[in-house]
């Protein structure tokens, strides 16, 4: 996901006073954590500056955010990643594991895009309103064969033509898993 810039193609710059509280210098105004989360999510690039000494703590306020959202919300981070990401501290491999964790996450985010791709091109003809299309029009067959409503020769020409029609949907909806499972092969490759 690539950062949106403001206007003028530089960061939102964001400062953090000692009262704890963070003035956004493009808006003007006074903002949270959740705020900052909500820019994260949509790719607004900010920094956060310390307002006394004018140190980047940008990573801090992230960080911060990170043990918020695990603490308020789902939590996202298995206890062992989060043992195993201790554990690297101090260790000889310290130093690769930003590079390697910005490339797993960039891999990932290719990953979801392609499955994206590919479930939207799937499912292009919705087949799952079909199919509930289908299930409510085999109910109300059966509702009629069950109530006695079938025996006029419309009713029946109405049971049959729906059943005709789920077999013609079933059929379809057949070959459109068929062609994901191709496609989820393909990207598995």
């Known amino acids: 996901m690539a950062s949106k810039k403001h206007v003028d193609g530089e960061p939102i710059v964001i400062k953090k006073y ?9 808006s003007s105004s006074y903002i949270t954590l959740d705020d900052l989360a909500k820019m994260t ?34 939590q996202m981070l298995p206890v062992s990643f989060l043992r195993d990401l201790i554990s690297m501290y101090g260790n000889s491999m310290q130093s690769m594991m930003p590079s ?3 490339a797993s996450m960039a891999n990932f985010r290719a990953n979801q895009e392609k499955i994206a791709e590919v479930w939207q ?14 299930n409510l029009a085999m109910m109300r ?13 419309k009713n029946a020409a109405r049971a049959e033509s729906a059943a005709d029609e789920t077999a013609n949907e079933l059929a379809s909806m057949r070959e459109q898993m068929a062609a994901m499972q191709k496609k989820l092969d393909e990207l598995g490759k």
């Open 121 to 134: 091109s799937g499912m292009a003809g919705n087949p799952l309103a079909k199919m509930a299309e289908t």
């Open 18 to 26: 000692a009262n704890r509280r963070l003035y956004n210098t493009h």
């Open 100 to 102: 390697y964790l910005e």
């Open 41 to 74: 999510r949509e790719g607004l690039d900010f920094t956060v500056l310390d307002a006394k000494s004018g140190d980047d703590i940008t990573h801090a306020i992230l960080t911060q955010i990170i043990v918020e959202e695990e603490a308020n919300g789902e």
């Open 141 to 153: 067959a059966a509702t009629d064969a069950f109530t006695g409503h079938a025996s006029s020769g």
